[in-house]
Structure formats: C-alpha cells, structure tokens
C-alpha cells in the first residue's frame, strides 16, 4: 500500500517569508508525528497527534512554528517568519498506535532558508 | 531526561567483514529500543526493536542487536556487511510516558567498499 508522502520534497525560501509543509501519513493510522533533520544529527520530534488533536508539542522550538491536522489525516506544518537556523530536512511519521507500534516515515521535505 | 548515544559517527568496512555498532540508552522509563536505517535516497525505514523477552533481536537483513541491561546497550550486529548496507543508521527509544515519540541517536553512517 502507499506509503507517508511529503510535498513539496524540495522548499527553498527567503528569510522571513511563511511555508507549509504538507504530510499524507498511511490510510487508518491514528498517530502523526513530525521530526527535525539538520545534517549530521539524528531526527528531533517537534510534534505529536493523535487523531485531530496536537497530543504533545513539546519539541516546537518556538511559537513561529505551529502545525494541524483537522481531519486527522493529513497534517501541515506551517512556519512563520523563517529563518536560515530553520534550514533542514522536516520528518513526518505515522503509526497505528503509540508506544508499541512502528512508526513508518515519509521521504521528508527539505527547507532551504536563504 | 531519557537519552541515547551513539560513539561510531562514520564506520567504513570492506564487504564481508562483521560490523558491530554501538548505542548506549541512559537509565530510566521503560526500555523500548529501536534501530532504524536509511540507505542513500531513502527514508527511514525500520530495521528491529526490542520491548521485552529475549534479549536478542533479529531484525531484517541479517541484522541483530543484543539488548544489555548490564551495560545500558543496544549494538546492532551483522555478521558479514555488504555494499548495499552502505547507510546511515540511527538509535531511538520513546521519549517518555506512552505518547511513542522518538528520541534519535546522532547516527552512524556506515560505507561499505566493494
């Protein structure tokens, strides 16, 4: 079956300027989560759903970032007012459940703040 | 807070010698364990876990990894590499509570020459 898609898969942007990165995570899967890739380190999780609501968003380093999933499929992620530090490889994730269940990941979009 | 560390930042090996890379967990919560891969052009991708019972996991590929309380460690294990392992490999446990999100390790990248 299709797997967790990301688009777009490539965003390259100007300091300042507002972007929205879309998740399509796998069909049925209740749990969305949505990690950070800067090069050389592993994924940081930024957030956390379950169903509609935002479980957990602990990991949202400040109040530019902000993300929904209002019919708990598909997920945006959206930043305000980049900034070049934001540069990296955004993650998405699905699982049918939590702890205990495998999360599948998407191929990730990389932002590229100019 | 609940960590993970891995010492081996880039690994090169010729093809068919054994590779054994390292990931320590710090102490605390439940220990739930993953390693994931992602191969050159890929997303990340599910090679084993460990929640409980026998401390050795076999995962796909021929890869295992030994959970060692002892020693707080999860190394993954394949005992004879080949090109195609040529990757990076991450570390992760759940971050905490039962919400599944992942903590990663920095990563190992692993370059396997012909």
């Known amino acids: 079956g299709a797997g967790v898609s990301q688009t777009p898969s490539n965003k390259v942007t100007e300091k300042g300027k507002y972007v929205e990165l879309r998740c399509d995570p796998i069909?049925?899967?209740?749990?969305l989560y949505w990690y950070r890739q800067s090069l050389g380190q592993g994924p940081e999780f930024l957030i956390y759903?379950?169903?509609?609501?935002?479980?957990?968003d602990s990991g949202l380093p400040n109040d530019r970032f902000f993300a929904v999933r209002p019919e708990g499929s598909v997920s945006t992620l959206k930043i305000q007012r980049t900034e070049r530090g934001d540069s990296a490889v955004y993650l998405c994730?699905?699982?049918?459940?939590?702890?205990?269940?495998?999360?599948?990941f998407g191929p990730g979009t990389r932002l590229t703040v100019l | 807070a609940q960590s993970v560390s891995q010492h081996n930042h880039h690994v090169i090996l010729s093809e068919a010698a054994s590779l054994e890379l390292g990931c320590n967990y710090s102490?605390?919560?439940?220990?739930?364990l993953f390693w994931y891969v992602q191969y050159p052009g890929q997303h990340l991708q599910l090679l084993l876990k460990?929640?409980?019972?026998?401390?050795l996991v076999k995962g796909i590929k021929g890869f295992e990894a030994e959970f060692i309380k002892s020693k707080f460690s999860f190394n993954l294990r394949k005992p004879s590499v080949q090109w195609s392992d040529t990757a990076e490999y991450f570390c992760?446990?759940?971050?905490?509570?039962?919400?599944?999100?992942?903590?990663f390790g920095q990563g190992t990248t692993l370059q396997v020459k012909p």
């Open positions: 759903f379950q169903g509609t609501g935002a479980a957990d």
């Open positions: 994730a699905s699982s049918k459940g939590t702890t205990y269940n495998e999360q599948f």
């Open positions: 069909s049925g899967h209740t749990a």
């Open positions: 102490y605390g919560g439940t220990v739930n």
């Open positions: 460990y929640f409980s019972g026998d401390p």
């Open positions: 992760a446990r759940p971050r905490g509570g039962n919400t599944g999100k992942l903590i």
